[in-house]
T-cell receptor
Framework: GESVGLHLPTLSVQEGDNSIINCAYS??????FIWYKQESGKGPQFIID?????DKRQGQRVTVLLNKTVKHLSLQIAATQPGDSAVYFC????????????FGKGTKLTVNP | GAVVSQHPSWVICKSGTSVKIECRSL??????MFWYRQFPKQSLMLMAT?????????EQGVEKDKFLINHASLTLSTLTVTSAHPEDSSFYIC??????????????FGPGTRLTVT
């Protein structure tokens, strides 16, 4: 069945370092991917998305890389700040008309001052 | 971005009672709303997809008679947990999306509702 998973459940970095959060997916039909940030007790917050016709997309301090060959997605956060501490989820959608998202397991990012 | 609200933000109820959670899209018309459940330290699990004016579509393993969903308008969907039990205690999150100009909006998530059943 469909599944979206993460390689690392936790990640601890020093303030100012770059962070890389990884995600593997298994549905080759997925053509839209999103990264969400979830702070404790809150709903997911959209960070950045990418469609399958791209392999890289940049936002403010964040970059998403997509490798369709190995079905791998990553989120890079530059100059990580304490406010970046949260759980990060990748999600996929096959745009089959249902708009359903399948979420990965999540990675908890802790930024140490 | 668009705003989705949920009410209440937290609720405590006794076992056997029912509780209703509201999800509202505040500044756009949501043709589709999704309901998720999230247990501590776990990911979001989709429970059901709710389309305005029609019956909700439930994911496998989700009891439709226990989790009643009503999407009566383009800005409101409700989730009623009937005969709640302690194992229903969880964080319930809704999201909303809509179609405009032939393009889907991204999904906008609500802040979640913490349900505790005693």
């Amino acid at each position: 069945g469909e599944s979206v998973g993460l390689h690392l459940p936790t990640l601890s970095v020093q303030e100012g370092d770059n962070s890389i959060i990884n995600c593997a997916y298994s549905n080759s039909a997925s053509d839209y991917f999103i990264w969400y940030k979830q702070e404790s007790g809150k709903g997911p917050q959209f960070i950045i998305d990418i469609r399958s016709n791209m392999d890289k997309r940049q936002g403010q301090r964040v970059t998403v890389l997509l490798n369709k060959t190995v079905k791998h997605l990553s989120l890079q956060i530059a100059a990580t700040q304490p406010g970046d501490s949260a759980v990060y989820f990748c999600a996929e959608n096959d745009q089959g008309g249902s708009e359903k998202l399948v979420f990965g397991k999540g990675t908890k990012l802790t930024v140490n001052p | 971005g668009a705003v989705v609200s949920q009410h209440p933000s937290w609720v405590i109820c006794k076992s056997g009672t029912s509780v209703k959670i509201e999800c509202r899209s505040l500044d756009f018309q949501a043709t589709t709303m999704f309901w998720y459940r999230q247990f501590p330290k776990q990911s979001l699990m989709l429970m059901a997809t709710s389309n305005e004016g029609s019956k909700a579509t439930y994911e496998q393993g989700v009891e439709k008679d226990k989790f009643l969903i009503n999407h009566a308008s383009l800005t409101l969907s409700t989730l009623t947990v009937t005969s709640a039990h302690p194992e229903d205690s969880s964080f319930y999150i809704c999201s909303a999306t809509g179609l405009a100009g032939g393009l889907w909006y991204e999904q906008y998530f609500g802040p979640g509702t913490r349900l505790t059943v005693t």
